[in-house]
């Protein structure tokens, strides 16, 4: 079986690219594309590839620029100067309190911000002191593939107190204002059931504007008709005197919470899509199958390894026998009682300097020996030094008094 794996894998993922191929050919009908995806770079229906490019032709001596930094950490705009645009286009402007003071501190020096969304977080929504009504579901119906239902849309002029509809078949997005603050809020535009859904907030020496149609600055929209000239209208709010204008990429991309409406993962993705569906199916099976040919282990059996020797002992014990063996019973003693007296200085840390009574007792105290043994221990390593031989029942009781001083302590 293992052999035949490889050339099994193989002919699978030929057959699966076969099928991919061949059904790719036969679907020749174009599906649309209603992903809403916000970003400059889709020329999808829902991308803002159109709004972006655009900005170049309705400010051709501005500098058009993109930011994909939060406010305060900003590239390309500066937070002590005045005369700059932040345009916002997202599904959900959610800043933080301290991103949002620091939106605020940029408009009172004397810039601009526009935001455009259908729903804005708890501190924006504090800012501006008005309330916005959320249509029930509202991303489960359009994040998610809800029907097209038709966006309407109008814009304030100033000097013309007629309003001009601009409409299009694709999805759109109830969101409006209600119980507004008309001390600090301008009315600019409203939605298809005349409620004010574009404001403009005063703050310092700048604007905030609060737009809550995000698909009005979609491609879909833009193109539709001459729906371009409601885009031109809206931005032409903005302060003559900007300099610049940058596009924001970071709310786009911030993370929505915990929310449960923001389902545009990559697997759901995969599943919109029947060739992309076929082709994470078959990279499945494949590893599956890879995974079953190769269960059967490899390598070798490894080993057993023996526990290591204490080859210290040993050399200890050559050593001891081939002393003993020459007959240097006293030099022998020696080596014996020097090992012991390391033993206790590693072991016990006591000091082996002086073998006197108080080394007795802390080493009877530490260890448990008796305290004859120990004595007789310490008298004959006090003596061997004096004697001029030791004979062999001397280094037999020497021995017999090390050994069982070991084995208690």
């Not at 600055?217 to 940058?246: A, G």
């Not at 970071?250 to 899509?273: E, I, P």
């Not at 200890?316 to 080596?335: A, C, E, P, Q, W």
Request: aromatic letters at 14%; hydrophobic letters at 40%.
């Amino acid at each position: 079986m293992k052999k035949y794996a490889p050339h099994i894998l193989v002919t699978v993922v030929l057959i699966a690219t076969a099928l991919l191929l061949l059904t790719g050919n036969n679907d020749k009908s174009h599906q649309f594309d209603d992903r809403l995806s916000f970003n400059k770079a889709d020329k999808i229906p829902y991308g803002m590839y159109v709004a972006y490019h655009a900005l170049n032709d309705l400010f051709p001596e501005l500098k058009i620029a993109t930011e994909k930094k939060k406010p305060g950490e900003w590239d390309s705009l500066a937070m002590y100067e005045s005369n700059q645009t932040f345009l916002s286009v997202v599904p959900q402007f959610n800043p933080d309190e301290q991103e949002m003071e620091k939106l605020v501190d940029f408009v009172r020096l004397g810039n601009d911000v526009f935001i455009s969304s259908w729903k804005v977080s708890f501190y924006a929504e504090k800012f501006i002191k008005c309330d916005i009504y959320y249509p029930g579901m509202l991303y489960d119906q359009y994040l998610s593939g809800g029907k097209a239902d038709s966006l309407i849309v109008s814009v304030l002029q100033p000097g013309n107190p007629n309003r001009t509809v601009y409409t299009y078949p694709g999805r759109s997005g109830d969101s409006y204002f209600f119980n507004i603050d008309t001390l600090t809020s301008t009315v600019l535009g409203y939605n298809r059931s005349g409620k004010p859904n574009f404001i403009h907030l005063r703050a310092g020496k700048g604007n905030l504007y609060l737009h809550l149609a995000p698909l009005a600055f979609s491609n879909y929209f833009l193109l539709h008709k001459k729906n371009l000239d409601y885009y031109e209208k809206i931005l032409s709010y903005l302060s003559p005197t900007t300099k610049k204008i940058v596009w924001d990429e970071y709310f786009l991309r911030k993370k929505q919470g915990d929310s449960r409406d923001n389902r545009a993962d990559w697997f759901s993705t995969f599943l919109k899509h029947k060739s992309l569906a076929a082709a994470l199916l078959t990279a499945m099976l494949a590893l599956l199958l890879f995974v079953l040919s190769e269960m059967r282990r490899k390598q070798r059996p490894i080993p057993i390894i023996a526990k290591p020797k204490n080859d210290s002992m040993d050399f200890v014990k050559t050593i001891g026998r081939l002393y003993h063996d020459k007959g240097d019973h006293r030099n022998l003693s020696k080596k014996m009682a020097i090992f012991f007296l390391e033993y206790v200085r590693n072991r016990y840390k006591l000091s082996t300097t002086t073998l006197n009574d108080e080394f007795i007792t802390k080493l009877q105290f530490k260890t448990g020996a008796e305290e004859s043994e120990i004595r007789e221990i310490v008298s004959f390593i006090n003596n061997v030094d004096i004697v001029q031989s030791v004979n062999d029942k001397q280094l037999a009781y020497f021995h017999k008094l090390l050994e069982s001083f070991y084995k208690k302590a």
